[in-house]
């Protein structure tokens, strides 16, 4: 269970917020986001090699790959690889290529395999990716076959939910996530069950949309006769966490209200930080999931070119059983959808203008101090010596930084 004391920090953050007329003392005045940060090819390219090839992403939950040998193929940073659940229970990731010259071990996007056998010449691999067997084995006399097991792909879990790393020297997930998995372990993780997966082809930068999912500032003018009814942008806390992490708490307008499209839904255990109010993580680079009693969407924003991205939304579920999933959850998902319209509408245009000479850059206010701390992670992860000095953001949020 969270320990209460960091409740009534973040319940008495709230009460501040709606209170104060002004930026804390101290507070520091945004300097613009260069424009290049969004449109720049050289600086784009400096984003792919040192931020998704280096970062842990949200590859899949357990109940995707649930049985020994089920597995996936995963290729979301343009990497083939194949995620398998072990005969031992252990869930593992590999590039889908073969030691031998190259070929994939699985064809398909999913399904079910005792081990792994390259179509092209037979190698054959274990479910824990060690070559086990070889054609024509006397061609390969002086062969050591334990040296040449599938590359791994660093995987781990927090709870049901599977994390994949291309940096092998990457810190361990959990440690990475800090503070996250504390806040998260009362709704318990390894109970979640998966519901329901969709994309959405956006034509913009991936940063341009993922901004949007880091402030409440637009809620008043996007979000006029569906999220503003019920939530109050003007009691919103922040924290900012290590590694470019963040939480954002916004309450509700009234402390009894509950959404009529979850009543009789199977709840999470929570506290009232979440079942009375709107608690959104941000789990640095690409994935926020606003967390409720009745379940929980990861919302998964994913490049696909320096204009182009897709949304992907995936659904989980407390444990409801062994009867069918709820009838209310097909209508929870229509629902969100429609704020999710809402919030992409612009987008295009958006990508459009940030193109145009008459976009200097980004003039950031208090409250969406989270997308500095993104770019000033991004600096971070980059390193700030390859950027040039036009398109840096100045790093002045660290006192702000909550362990």
């Excluded at 973040?10 to 940060?37: K, S």
């Excluded at 034509?203 to 979000?223: G, M, P, Q, R, T």
Aim: aromatic share 12%; net charge negative; with cysteine.
């Amino acid at each position: 269970m969270l320990d209460s004391s960091i409740v009534e920090r973040h319940l008495a953050g709230m009460r501040y917020e709606f209170e104060r007329t002004t930026p804390p003392d101290g507070f520091p005045q945004l300097p613009m986001i260069p424009a290049g940060r969004y449109t720049d090819p050289a600086f784009l390219a400096l984003e792919r090699e040192h931020l998704w090839k280096k970062a842990w992403l949200y590859a899949c939950h357990l109940d995707e790959v649930g049985n020994p040998g089920d597995f996936l193929l995963w290729t979301r940073t343009g990497s083939p690889i194949v995620i398998v659940h072990g005969k031992d229970g252990v869930i593992r990731a590999f590039y889908n290529s073969c030691r031998h010259r190259g070929a994939p071990i699985v064809q398909t996007e999913c399904g079910h395999v005792d081990g792994f056998v390259c179509k092209y010449h037979g190698w054959t691999y274990g479910l824990d990716g060690k070559l086990v067997n070889l054609r024509d084995r006397r061609d390969f006399p002086n062969l050591d076959m334990s040296a040449y097991p599938l590359n791994a792909v660093r995987c781990e879990r927090l709870g049901n939910w599977i994390f994949v790393n291309e940096d092998p020297q990457a810190e361990p997930l959990l440690e990475h996530l800090k503070p996250i998995p504390g806040y998260l372990a009362e709704i318990r993780p390894h109970e979640t069950r998966f519901v329901h997966k969709k994309s959405y082809h956006v034509k913009c930068n991936v940063k341009v949309l993922l901004d949007a999912f880091l402030e409440v500032y637009h809620l008043k003018s996007i979000h006029q006769n569906t999220v503003d009814r019920f939530l109050d942008h003007r009691g919103t806390t922040i924290s900012l966490w290590p590694h470019g992490h963040s939480y954002m708490l916004t309450p509700n307008r009234r402390p009894d209200w509950e959404d009529p499209g979850t009543k009789g839904m199977p709840k999470l255990p929570t506290n009232e930080m979440i079942a009375k109010n709107n608690p959104s993580f941000h789990f640095y680079p690409n994935l926020v999931t606003p967390v409720a009693d009745s379940g929980i969407p990861f919302i998964l924003f994913w490049p696909k070119g320096e204009r182009e991205m897709e949304i992907e939304v995936q659904w989980f579920s407390p444990d409801w059983g062994d009867g069918p999933l709820h009838p209310l959850w097909e209508k929870r998902i229509e629902n969100f959808e429609r704020i999710l319209y809402e919030d992409t509408q612009f987008a295009e245009q958006i990508q459009v203008s940030v193109e145009s000479p008459g976009f200097k850059g980004m003039n950031l206010n208090y409250q969406e101090r989270r997308i500095y701390h993104w770019h000033e992670e991004l600096d971070r992860r980059i390193g700030v010596e390859r950027i040039p000095a036009h398109l840096r953001v100045e790093p002045l949020l660290g006192a702000y930084v909550a362990a």
